[in-house]
Protein backbone atom coordinates (compact mmCIF):
# COMPACT_ATOMS: atom_id res chain seq x y z
CA UNK A 1 0.00 0.00 0.00
CA UNK A 2 0.98 3.02 -0.95
CA UNK A 3 1.43 6.86 0.82
CA UNK A 4 1.97 10.38 -1.14
CA UNK A 5 4.85 11.93 0.52
CA UNK A 6 4.45 15.61 0.30
CA UNK A 7 6.72 18.69 1.45
CA UNK A 8 4.72 20.46 3.54
CA UNK A 9 7.37 22.95 4.77
CA UNK A 10 11.14 23.27 4.22
CA UNK A 11 13.74 26.09 5.97
CA UNK A 12 17.14 24.22 5.15
CA UNK A 13 20.05 26.76 5.91
CA UNK A 14 22.52 24.42 4.68
CA UNK A 15 23.81 20.55 4.18
CA UNK A 16 24.21 20.60 8.09
CA UNK A 17 21.29 22.97 9.10
CA UNK A 18 17.82 22.84 8.65
CA UNK A 19 14.27 21.13 9.08
CA UNK A 20 11.29 20.03 6.59
CA UNK A 21 8.19 18.90 7.38
CA UNK A 22 6.28 16.25 5.27
CA UNK A 23 3.00 14.75 4.53
CA UNK A 24 2.05 10.88 4.10
CA UNK A 25 -0.78 11.04 2.28
CA UNK A 26 -3.10 7.82 1.68
CA UNK A 27 -6.16 8.07 -1.32
CA UNK A 28 -6.34 11.84 -1.01
CA UNK A 29 -6.11 12.34 2.36
CA UNK A 30 -3.31 13.51 4.72
CA UNK A 31 -3.23 10.81 7.60
CA UNK A 32 0.33 12.23 9.25
CA UNK A 33 3.38 14.37 9.17
CA UNK A 34 6.68 13.54 10.13
CA UNK A 35 8.82 16.54 10.91
CA UNK A 36 12.88 16.58 10.49
CA UNK A 37 15.09 18.99 12.49
CA UNK A 38 18.57 18.53 12.04
CA UNK A 39 21.98 20.51 12.96
CA UNK A 40 25.50 19.64 12.58
CA UNK A 41 25.36 18.56 16.46
CA UNK A 42 22.66 16.42 16.49
CA UNK A 43 19.39 14.93 13.86
CA UNK A 44 15.58 14.62 15.16
CA UNK A 45 12.52 13.22 13.71
CA UNK A 46 9.15 12.70 15.04
CA UNK A 47 6.40 11.16 13.43
CA UNK A 48 3.00 13.14 14.14
CA UNK A 49 0.21 10.33 13.97
CA UNK A 50 -1.12 7.21 15.35
CA UNK A 51 0.99 4.25 13.59
CA UNK A 52 -1.14 1.61 14.90
CA UNK A 53 -4.19 2.96 13.05
CA UNK A 54 -3.10 4.80 9.59
CA UNK A 55 -4.67 3.33 6.36
CA UNK A 56 -1.40 0.94 6.27
CA UNK A 57 0.04 0.43 9.62
CA UNK A 58 3.53 0.16 10.38
CA UNK A 59 6.05 1.11 12.93
CA UNK A 60 6.64 4.71 13.23
CA UNK A 61 10.41 4.27 12.47
CA UNK A 62 9.32 3.03 8.98
CA UNK A 63 6.75 6.14 8.50
CA UNK A 64 10.58 8.49 9.36
CA UNK A 65 12.88 6.34 7.46
CA UNK A 66 11.52 5.20 4.47
CA UNK A 67 10.25 9.29 3.35
CA UNK A 68 14.18 9.75 3.59
CA UNK A 69 15.47 6.87 1.78
CA UNK A 70 12.61 7.70 -1.11
CA UNK A 71 14.08 11.21 -1.48
CA UNK A 72 17.68 10.40 -1.66
CA UNK A 73 17.15 7.75 -3.59
CA UNK A 74 15.57 10.75 -6.14
CA UNK A 75 18.43 13.19 -5.30
CA UNK A 76 20.62 13.52 -8.23
CA UNK A 77 23.59 16.88 -8.60
CA UNK A 78 21.21 19.19 -9.62
CA UNK A 79 19.40 18.90 -6.36
CA UNK A 80 21.52 20.57 -3.31
CA UNK A 81 18.94 19.59 -0.63
CA UNK A 82 16.04 17.47 -0.18
CA UNK A 83 13.33 19.87 -0.12
CA UNK A 84 14.24 20.05 -4.44
CA UNK A 85 13.44 16.47 -4.88
CA UNK A 86 9.78 17.86 -5.15
CA UNK A 87 10.14 20.24 -7.89
CA UNK A 88 10.44 17.55 -10.19
CA UNK A 89 9.56 14.17 -8.87
CA UNK A 90 6.39 12.54 -7.08
CA UNK A 91 7.62 11.33 -4.09
CA UNK A 92 5.63 7.34 -2.63
CA UNK A 93 6.53 5.21 -0.38
CA UNK A 94 5.09 1.53 -0.71
CA UNK A 95 4.69 -0.19 2.58
CA UNK A 96 4.35 -3.74 1.66
CA UNK A 97 7.87 -3.79 0.19
CA UNK A 98 10.94 -3.81 2.28
CA UNK A 99 14.35 -1.82 1.49
Keep these: MTYEVTLLTADIRDPLNGEMNLGLVHKGT ?8 WTKEEFTATFVGLAPT ?3 PA ?3 EFI ?3 IAAI ?3 MTP ?3 FPSEVFKDNR ?3 DLQTKG
Design 30 to 37: QAAEVQYR
Design 54 to 56: MPV
Design 59 to 61: HPT
Design 65 to 67: ARP
Design 72 to 74: RSL
Design 78 to 80: AHR
Design 91 to 93: VSI
